[in-house]
């Protein structure tokens, strides 16, 4: 049992180039998260998925799309990164009706 | 977005002494929750609160649901070197989470 998983662990990017951060969850939790996590801003919510098939926008959604693929894959594409997207993305599931989520290891994402 | 103030931003504690730290917001939480960061580390969930006035213990870890429902406690008693890290707190309204800036806790042993 993993938990939640994501790769890469670190990516230098250009700027105007794309990527996919790819996010796995083996708990069969319904609803996944993707947050960014910039120096004395705290977590900020990217997107969500409340459940396989749907999508809705976060706090911070400009620059950013994503896919929930199954139940399990919830994935973060950046289509043209910029410096200001410099930042740790973490992923996250979510146990049941408690709202006790749980977060992957982090990607800390370079755009130079 | 929602804020989420945090307080102390920061801590230097001496190893076995106890700590305090809050979190407070202008608006109504459900719930708070309790995170801790290692470097290069996820968020990992500490305690969940789901009612106000509510006590819940994690070990060394003791953390309340304010009374309005606008602020949270975390106490850690008895501090040792493995608590060094940041400390989130993270209130929820419908479906999202809003989380504080964290307070960095360091331990001198």
């Known amino acids: 049992n993993a938990g939640v998983t994501q790769t890469p662990k670190f990516q230098v990017l250009k700027t105007g180039q794309s990527m996919t951060l790819q996010c796995a969850q083996d708990m069969n939790h319904n609803s996944m998260y993707w947050y960014r996590q910039d120096p004395g801003m705290g977590l900020r919510l990217i997107y969500y998925?409340?459940?396989?098939?749907?999508?809705d926008k976060g706090e911070v959604p400009n620059g950013y799309n994503v896919s929930r693929l199954n139940k399990r894959e919830f994935s973060l594409r950046l289509e043209s990164a910029a410096p200001s997207q410099t930042s740790v993305y973490f992923c996250a599931s979510l146990k049941g009706d408690l709202y006790e989520q749980y977060f992957g290891p982090g990607t800390r994402l370079t755009v130079t | 977005g929602q804020q989420l103030n945090q307080s102390p931003q920061s801590m230097f504690i001496q190893e076995g002494e106890d700590v305090s730290m809050n979190c407070t917001s202008s608006s109504i939480f459900n719930t708070w929750l309790w995170y801790k960061q290692d470097p290069g580390e996820g968020p990992v969930l500490l305690i969940a609160?789901?009612?106000?006035?509510e006590l819940t213990s994690n070990g060394r870890l003791t953390a309340q649901f304010g009374t309005t429902r606008k602020d949270s406690f975390l106490n850690i008693s008895a501090s040792i070197p493995s608590d060094v890290g940041i400390y989130f707190c993270?209130?929820?309204?419908?479906?999202?989470?809003?989380f504080g800036t964290g307070t960095r806790l360091t331990v001198i042993p």
């Open positions: 609160l789901y009612k106000a006035g």
């Open positions: 998925s409340a459940s396989e098939g749907t999508t």
């Open positions: 993270a209130g929820r309204r419908a479906n999202n989470l809003f």
